[in-house]
């Protein structure tokens, strides 16, 4: 018995190193597989033995049941806002007061403002014990659960302190972008930016919900219990990522107000390269004994002062508005704009969700409207500019009929968006099929939307096993298909054929079911047949897996149709087993790339950024996405930015894509 408790020990402290590179130094040092494994001998283990389940364990990061609610939290110290600058002039008025506090010699240290909710993490021996969102500042409310879903933050500290430190959760651009794609498809609400969809997912009284959205974490300041040897802010950010905390790295130490001014242009013009959202950059006096010194203010404290970025916001003229039915049926209303730059890039369109955001802003056509992006992301209409209507413009209303199949548009209870419910629908077909061919599904390389719509226009397909069946005979006499594109496409396709479970499943556009969902299944069950046929009860046995996604799944494969489907692809000879990430053994000897840790930056134009990191793991590489001392390569592709200027800095090795190209070759 001894044995056995030793090794489940063993397991979670393994374990938690795993996480702790993967997360917080983004540095993995084995692969996902591996990590797979040991969990589920700890899963097992812990099973067998439930009464050695402790709060530290990685099993313990989602809880299984809802929570009734949150219970208050008074903090043991305010968590005060900080006072704004607008401007240089701001920024130099509160360098005046800082100094004639308390003297000239004042250094500041800089750092990046995430745009996400303040959060207290209390630790009691290194054991994580208490998180709370910031409230009114004074009180806030107990989110542990939702927080250890966030798997930057550790459940135990490399050092057994009592402390509690204080940071930003948010939503990354990624999966902010992908949160919003998956709730239209749905019909659900969009969250109008990274923090707004950050503050409702740790808000969720199901912490499955909250994993399921891909939060993160940066701490980047000491509450009680810190150490008494750190004497400046700048020593208690070391001090915190030496103890196995996530803070950010791109912050600086400034010794003048125009080193300050210099470290917010970079980052004026470097913010779109960043993966995360910020909203401006925060100053704080470095020392500590001058922080005391300094005070506070009844709201905040005297010593920082938060430099917010000037929000773009542009106008131009709503020329039209488009109808687009989606895969699952959802018709989208979509702004036609007059072009306009904004936030570096030329924006045409937007989306309009549905008819009760149109209807509550009383947007029509021909309205001078105000644009911006979302989060800097997505283009939105932010308003109207009603004053310039001239009387000419057009009211709009949703059709009551399909624009694509003419069939009556429905509002399901609970849901914003009309929806077409007929499943022959030419467009949810054309849609679905373009999914299931696109780089995060099938990645069939050149089945592009203009031949999947060729092919569906020309009757040659009607669903994806059709994709499976098309000869040269068909693809030759498309426009624009010369022989070596025709080989190159039927080369393509039947090469998907061999692909891993987990792309068929996102290809298929399950309900719910995403990118992360299909591969936590596909490796769980390990092969179609076993998804089919799971009970409700067993698909909410897996980790991250909720009732709203179970019952999709249930009802998906219990049609006939599907399983139809199912079967003419398995005759095709599609693939339907889990096979994993694998590296490939007979290339790995000769590898450039093994046991190296590699970085991507900037835009490549050969590959995808997935198919270079797949690419590179398979010759036993590993990519991460920060540059730091262990970083051993640097690939750089156009408009590459921080990332290589940092890796120049380090003398880390600095390949083109060309380079990058020909190893892989």
């Known amino acids: 018995?001894?044995?056995?408790?030793?090794?489940?020990?063993?397991?979670?402290?393994?374990?938690?190193?795993?996480?702790?590179?993967?997360?917080?130094?983004?540095?993995?040092?084995?692969?996902?597989?591996?990590?797979?494994?040991?969990?589920?001998?700890?899963?097992?283990?812990?099973?067998?033995?439930?009464?050695?389940?402790?709060?530290?364990?990685?099993?313990?990061?989602?809880?299984?049941?809802?929570?009734?609610?949150?219970?208050?939290?008074?903090?043991?110290?305010?968590?005060?806002?900080?006072?704004?600058?607008?401007?240089?002039?701001?920024?130099?008025?509160?360098?005046?007061?800082?100094?004639?506090?308390?003297?000239?010699?004042?250094?500041?240290?800089?750092?990046?403002?995430?745009?996400?909710?303040?959060?207290?993490?209390?630790?009691?021996n290194g054991q994580f014990v208490l998180g709370a969102t910031r409230g009114d500042g004074t009180t806030g409310e107990d989110i542990t659960t939702n927080l250890k879903t966030i798997r930057s933050i550790p459940l135990v500290l490399k050092e057994p302190v009592s402390v509690e430190v204080r940071g930003e959760a948010y939503m990354p651009k990624r999966s902010f972008v992908s949160l919003n794609e998956q709730r239209e498809e749905n019909g659900e609400a969009l969250f109008a930016n990274p923090r707004n969809a950050a503050a409702g997912s740790l808000r969720q009284l199901d912490p499955r919900i909250t994993a399921s959205r891909?939060?993160?974490?940066?701490?980047?300041?000491?509450?009680?219990?810190?150490?008494?040897?750190?004497?400046?802010?700048?020593?208690?950010?070391?001090?915190?990522?030496?103890?196995?905390?996530?803070?950010?790295?791109?912050?600086?130490?400034?010794?003048?107000?125009?080193?300050?001014?210099?470290?917010?242009?970079?980052?004026?013009?470097?913010?779109?390269?960043l993966p995360y959202e910020i909203d401006g950059i925060v100053i704080k006096v470095d020392d500590l004994h001058q922080q005391q010194e300094l005070g506070f203010t009844a709201k905040s404290p005297r010593w920082a002062i938060a430099y917010k970025f000037p929000a773009e916001e542009v106008v131009t003229v709503l020329e039209d508005i488009e109808l687009n039915v989606g895969r699952t049926g959802v018709v989208t209303p979509t702004a036609v704009l007059t072009p306009v730059q904004v936030a570096g890039t030329t924006v045409k369109r937007a989306s309009l969700h549905n008819?009760?955001?149109?209807?509550?802003?009383?947007?029509?056509?021909?309205?001078?409207?105000?644009?911006?992006?979302?989060?800097?992301?997505?283009?939105?209409?932010?308003?109207?500019?009603?004053?310039?209507?001239?009387?000419?413009?057009?009211?709009?209303?949703?059709?009551?009929?399909?624009?694509?199949?003419?069939?009556?548009?429905?509002?399901?209870?609970?849901?914003?968006?009309?929806?077409?419910?007929?499943?022959?629908?030419?467009?949810?077909?054309?849609?679905?099929?373009?999914?299931?061919?696109?780089?995060?599904?099938?990645?069939?390389?050149?089945?592009?939307?203009?031949v999947i719509t060729a092919l569906f226009e020309n009757n040659l397909i009607e669903d994806v096993a059709d994709l499976y069946k098309l000869t040269f005979d068909q693809l030759i006499q498309l426009e624009r298909m010369g022989e070596k594109s025709v080989n190159n496409l039927l080369e393509a396709i039947q090469a998907s054929k061999e692909n891993s479970l987990e792309r068929l499943l996102v290809g298929l556009g399950?309900?719910?079911?995403?990118?992360?969902?299909?591969?936590?299944?596909?490796?769980?069950?390990?092969?179609?047949?076993?998804?089919?046929?799971?009970?409700?009860?067993?698909?909410?046995?897996?980790?991250?897996?909720?009732?709203?996604?179970?019952?999709?799944?249930?009802?998906?494969?219990?049609?006939?149709?599907?399983?139809?489907?199912?079967?003419?692809?398995k005759e095709l000879g599609v693939n339907m087993v889990y096979k994993g990430q694998a590296v490939d053994a007979t290339l790995i000897e000769d590898s450039p790339f093994l046991n190296k840790t590699v970085v991507l930056t900037g835009k490549l134009e050969q590959l995808s950024r997935k198919e270079?990191?797949?690419?590179?793991?398979?010759?036993?590489?590993?990519?991460?996405?920060?540059?730091?001392?262990?970083?051993?390569?640097?690939?750089?592709?156009?408009?590459?930015?921080?990332?290589?200027t940092k890796a120049e800095s380090l003398g880390i090795e600095i390949w083109t894509e060309a380079q990058l190209m020909e190893a892989l070759m």
């Not at 790295?249 to 125009?258: A, L, T, Y």
């Not at 009309?418 to 022959?424: D, H, Q, T, V, Y």
């Not at 590993?622 to 051993?632: A, E, G, L, M, Q």
Request: charged share 30%.
């Open 612 to 644: 270079a990191e797949e690419a590179i793991g398979r010759l036993g590489g590993k990519v991460t996405s920060s540059v730091s001392k262990k970083t051993d390569l640097v690939i750089a592709g156009e408009e590459a930015g921080s990332k290589l």
């Open 1 to 124: 018995m001894d044995n056995v408790n030793e090794r489940l020990e063993a397991l979670k402290k393994t374990l938690n190193q795993y996480a702790y590179e993967y997360y917080v130094l983004d540095q993995p040092s084995v692969p996902d597989s591996e990590y797979d494994r040991l969990l589920n001998e700890l899963i097992q283990l812990e099973s067998e033995h439930p009464e050695w389940i402790t709060p530290d364990s990685p099993t313990q990061r989602v809880g299984g049941e809802p929570l009734k609610g949150f219970s208050k939290v008074v903090h043991r110290s305010p968590m005060l806002s900080l006072g704004n600058a607008f401007n240089e002039q701001d920024l130099r008025e509160f360098d005046r007061r800082v100094r004639q506090a308390v003297g000239e010699r004042v250094a500041y240290v800089c750092e990046l403002k995430i745009d996400g909710l303040a959060v207290s993490l209390t630790y009691e």
């Open 214 to 273: 891909n939060l993160d974490i940066f701490l980047y300041a000491l509450g009680e219990g810190y150490p008494q040897h750190i004497e400046a802010h700048s020593e208690g950010l070391k001090w915190m990522q030496s103890i196995g905390l996530r803070t950010n790295p791109e912050w600086e130490r400034c010794e003048s107000v125009e080193e300050v001014m210099a470290f917010i242009e970079k980052w004026t013009v470097g913010r779109p390269n």
């Open 510 to 569: 399950i309900r719910f079911v995403g990118e992360k969902a299909a591969r936590t299944l596909a490796a769980h069950f390990g092969s179609m047949d076993a998804l089919a046929e799971a009970s409700e009860e067993a698909l909410l046995e897996v980790e991250e897996i909720g009732e709203k996604m179970a019952d999709s799944l249930v009802t998906y494969f219990k049609s006939d149709e599907v399983q139809d489907l199912l079967g003419e692809l």
């Open 355 to 450: 008819e009760d955001l149109i209807r509550e802003k009383d947007i029509r056509i021909g309205d001078s409207v105000v644009i911006k992006k979302a989060g800097d992301i997505i283009p939105e209409v932010v308003n109207v500019l009603t004053d310039r209507r001239t009387g000419n413009e057009a009211p709009f209303s949703m059709p009551e009929t399909c624009p694509e199949c003419g069939s009556k548009l429905v509002r399901i209870e609970g849901e914003v968006a009309l929806r077409c419910l007929n499943p022959k629908c030419p467009a949810q077909i054309r849609e679905g099929l373009i999914h299931f061919v696109s780089r995060n599904a099938m990645n069939i390389d050149g089945l592009g939307e203009k």
